[in-house]
């Protein structure tokens, strides 16, 4: 998996058509099934590989949120298959987060070949939760704009 390639995150409030966080992987060999395409299980790791490349690209580690004592939680994610992807293509990955008022947050995420066509939609619903009491954190939100450099990649 390679390092984020595209700009600017939109998010509520952002302006313009800037493009979402993205990060780009190639497909490799040993992550397709006996069809000779993309095992469904490997979206989720592509996914989650973008989001991790996110927060990293807003300035929060997983050591420091291990340090504070959270950790963000997947409660739900739902994947919608389009196209099949094959050893070797390369996809684009993208992550935009919805923010309410909740403990919980959206995710919205597409898995994209170059050439723009559309391979997966991922949709999550996620929560921080405190590592030491086994509850979610009340302010997701409030939490990573604290932590974040640049909580505009967020969306926050």
Known sequence: MTEPTAGPHTGPGAEGDAEPFTVRIEVRGYETDSQGHLNQAVYLQYAEH?????????????????ARGVGPVA????VRYR??????????VDCVFEWGESRTFRIRQSVRRTDGTLAAEVLGVGAVMNLEERRLVTDPAGLFKELAADPGVLGL
């Open 50 to 66: 973008a989001r991790w490349s996110v927060l990293r690209r807003a300035g929060i580690a997983q050591s420091e949120l291990l």
């Open 83 to 92: 196209r099949e992807l094959r050893a070797g293509d390369e996809v684009d």
């Open 75 to 78: 409660l739900e994610t739902t």
